[in-house]
C-alpha cells in the first residue's frame, strides 16, 4: 500500500474512530456502574495494527484520545482515557506481532484489561486504594467487552485486508 494510502487509511479509521467514541458516549451504559462501556472505538485501533502497523495503531489511538476528551470529556477524563489507552496501546503492540489476526479477539481481551488497569491507577492516585475494590468489576466487564470488540475485528480485518490490498 502507497504511503499516501496508508496516510488516507488511518484519517479514515481515526475518524471512524472519533465518531464511534462520541455516539457511545452519549448512549448509557449498560451497567450504571462508572468507567464502564463497550469501547466500539477500539475497534478501529485494532483494525489499524492490523491493516496498517503499529505506528499508526498508535496515531489513530492518540487523535480519538484527544479529540474524544476535547469534544466529550474533561481534563479529568483525558487523563483516564491517556492512562488506560498508553497501557493498552503498549500491549496491543506488543502481542500483535506474536498472536496476528488468528488470535486478534485475544490481543482486544488483554488490552481491554490493559485499559482498565491504567484507569484504576488514575483513580488510585485520585481517590486512594479503596477505588481498587472495583478491579473485580472493571475486569469481567474488559473481558466481556474485549471479547465482543475483538472477535468483530477478527472478523473485518480479512474482509478489509483484501480490500485494502486491491491495486
Known amino acids: 500500500m502507497s504511503k499516501s494510502k496508508r496516510l488516507a487509511a488511518a ?3 481515526a ?4 465518531v464511534t467514541f462520541v ?3 452519549q448512549i448509557p451504559p449498560p451497567l450504571p456502574l462508572p468507567g ?5 472505538a477500539n475497534l478501529y485501533t485494532l483494525m489499524a495494527v492490523s491493516l496498517l502497523g503499529r505506528k499508526e495503531a498508535g496515531a489513530v489511538l492518540l487523535i480519538r484520545i484527544l479529540l474524544g476528551s476535547l469534544f466529550c470529556g474533561t481534563l479529568l477524563s483525558l487523563l483516564y482515557s491517556a492512562a488506560g489507552g498508553l497501557l493498552c496501546y503498549l500491549v496491543t503492540a506488543l502481542l500483535y506481532p506474536a498472536l ?3 488470535l486478534l479477539w485475544a490481543v482486544s481481551v488483554i488490552s481491554a484489561l490493559a485499559h482498565n488497569l491504567g484507569q484504576l491507577l488514575v483513580a488510585y492516585f485520585a481517590v486512594g486504594h ?3 475494590a472495583y478491579a473485580p468489576v472493571l475486569a469481567i466487564a474488559a473481558v466481556a467487552a474485549g471479547t465482543a470488540v475483538g472477535l468483530l475485528a477478527s472478523l473485518l480485518a480479512p474482509i478489509l485486508k483484501k480490500r485494502a490490498l486491491r491495486p
Open 11 to 13: 484519517a479514515i479509521l
Open 15 to 18: 475518524g471512524l474512530a472519533l
Open 23 to 25: 455516539i457511545e458516549s
Open 36 to 40: 464502564i462501556r463497550l469501547g466500539l
Open 100 to 102: 496476528g489476526d488468528r
Open 130 to 132: 479503596a477505588v481498587l
